[in-house]
């Protein structure tokens, strides 16, 4: 095997190591109660605007999170599919500020929205990996993270449609992001070259980790603030 072939597969074994010790975690998401709520119409409607004015935040500090982070590594081959995120960032921005006006919020209700810590946690976190973090802490974060979002995502949008009555067009946010999630041999290979440079696994494994504990609190927070919890 030549020392190629040795390192792809030493970042295969990591990938493969981390999908098992995060199913559990990866799990608690996917089977949050909130989302159980709000499949059966229980969460109000007025309450649904803490979805959109949290991830109006956590988007709008993710295209200036992702910016820093291409920065960073625009001199690697990683930075398409860095770019490749921030590109996804400003179409989600939109599809967001859609979903903010079908329940009556225009752009200047979502920029003043009032900050749940909690809920935005997710994107301290993501900033933290942009300024600090490799660019294999976020691309195997976001891998990993992206099964969780958009499994959640699409629960969502299909409570919003059948309970509270908004049209296809109004949840695109909801379903769009499964045009962008990464694939499993887009993360190969620049999570192999930050091996190569040093970047220790452990790091990798708790960034990814970090930030699905993260996701796990925005759940969390939905909950709590719409009387669910």
Not at 36 to 45: H, T
Not at 64 to 89: C, D, M, T, W, Y
Not at 121 to 147: K, N, V
Request: glycine share 4%; charged share 15%; hydrophobic share 45%.
């Amino acid at each position: 095997m030549s020392e190629q072939s040795t390192a792809m597969a030493i970042a295969q074994q990591l990938l493969e190591q981390m999908r098992l010790d995060l199913t559990p975690l990866m799990g608690q998401i996917t089977a949050h109660p909130y989302l159980d709520a709000l499949g059966q119409g229980k969460v109000s409607r007025k309450s649904l605007e803490f979805l959109a004015t949290q991830q109006y935040k956590i988007v709008s500090n993710g295209i200036r999170n992702i910016a820093l982070i291409v920065a960073r590594f625009g001199h690697l081959p990683s930075k398409q599919i860095l770019n490749g995120f921030l590109q996804a960032e400003f179409a989600v921005h939109e599809a967001l500020q859609q979903f903010g006006r079908a329940l009556g919020l225009n752009e200047t209700d979502l920029q003043q929205a009032k900050i749940l810590p909690e809920a935005l946690m997710f994107s301290y976190y993501e900033t933290w990996i942009c300024l600090y973090g490799s660019d294999a802490d976020l691309i195997t974060a976001f891998y990993f993270d992206a099964q969780v979002w958009i499994t959640n995502a699409r629960r969502v949008s299909q409570a919003l449609q059948a309970h509270y009555h908004l049209a296809q067009d109004e949840v695109t946010f909801f379903e769009m992001y499964a045009n962008y999630q990464p694939l499993e041999e887009e993360v190969l290979p620049p999570l192999q070259a930050a091996l190569e440079r040093g970047v220790p696994a452990a790091q990798i494994q708790e960034s990814t980790r970090l930030l699905l504990e993260y996701e796990l609190c925005f759940w969390n927070a939905m909950a709590k603030a719409s009387g669910v919890a």
